[in-house]
């Protein structure tokens, strides 16, 4: 097995022409819908077939077999989880084409999905493997609450362009969270503590005091080796009120810490001045913008 250990190289994925980098949105009509009507076919078709049968005999001398067959087919245990099934799916999800991570496209209610990107490592510069897709999102209403009145009567290209819209952005006390989606099978959780040791450690000595090594160590030893983290689990790193970064392992809660410092640290990671991918950063920036105008 090969070591994901720092230093490595990284490479960055081309973006998609249109929108959200590599991203298309899932069809409405959800694997769940598809189910309930094919159910509801199969119940039909099983019960025309059983009517034609007992029609074609002596009412009186009903087939055992049938009439089981119709008290198991209209019975309250099959109707119920059928009538319990949403035939929609009020927030579809948004792929990363290339691995399949699939991301909603809001997450705690509030905050909406604004880019997703692939966070890739090279060894020894022959082999780029794809550890983990990303999505990285914002409560909206926060966004606009807190940098509506400074930023509204911008134009897009000129929000784009502004360092102090994207200082105030990562700085400020907005609702943030990037979920991360482990696509590469073999990653450990000691693989994630070692590379979050190096990323975000040299982002707290970039932008706090040299020596910040009790918070980087209480940031990363939240990533404990009980964690299990095979193809398809969730990390997800949130900027909650008060600039409190809470982090949660498929869906179960690591640990909190109150740092504006840290918080900072780690969104830089994904849309600061050098992060993993550049097309995911550009779509965060452009939809961000596009939604400060949507009043103006």
């Known amino acids: 097995m090969v070591s994901l250990r720092f230093p490595f190289l990284f ?15 899932s069809r409405p009509f959800s694997a769940t819908t598809t189910t309930v009507a094919c159910a509801v076919a199969a119940g039909a078709a099983a019960f ?23 008290s198991l087919l209209f019975s309250n245990h099959l109707l ?17 084409t290339k691995t399949g991570a699939a991301f909603p496209s809001v997450v705690f209610e509030s905050r909406r999905l604004l880019g997703i990107g692939l966070r890739k490592k090279s060894i020894l510069g022959l082999k780029n493997i794809d550890v983990y897709a ?34 105030d952005l990562m700085g400020g006390d907005i609702g943030m969270t990037v979920r991360l989606q482990i696509v590469y099978s073999k990653l450990s959780i000691r693989s994630v503590r070692s590379a979050f040791e190096e990323s975000v450690g040299s982002r707290l000595q ?10 980087l160590q209480r940031f990363t030893s939240q990533f404990k080796d009980e964690y299990k ?10 900027r909650e009120r008060g600039h409190v970064l809470r982090t949660t392992i498929d869906g179960k809660e690591a640990g909190s810490i109150q740092s ?27 939809k961000l913008a596009s939604l400060l105008q949507v009043d103006h």
């Open 11 to 25: 490479s960055q994925p081309k973006k998609h022409p249109n929108g959200i980098s590599r991203a298309v949105t």
């Open 48 to 70: 025309a077939g059983i009517a034609a049968t007992r029609n074609s005999k002596n009412p009186k001398q009903d087939n055992p077999f049938i009439q089981n067959a119709l």
């Open 80 to 96: 119920a989880p059928w009538a319990s099934l949403s035939l929609a799916d009020p927030s579809p999800s948004v792929l990363e």
């Open 134 to 167: 990303f999505g990285v999102y914002a409560d909206v209403d926060e966004v606009r609450k807190t940098l509506g009145e400074k930023y509204g009567k911008l134009s897009v290209s000129e929000l784009k362009e502004s360092k102090e819209f994207k200082e």
């Open 206 to 215: 970039i932008f706090g005091e040299p020596n910040n090594k009790e918070l």
């Open 229 to 238: 983290i095979p193809r398809g689990s969730v990390i997800e790193l949130s």
């Open 260 to 286: 504006k410092l840290l918080c900072r640290s780690i969104l830089d990671l994904y849309i600061g001045a050098d992060p993993f991918d550049k097309g995911a950063k550009e779509d965060v920036e452009s």
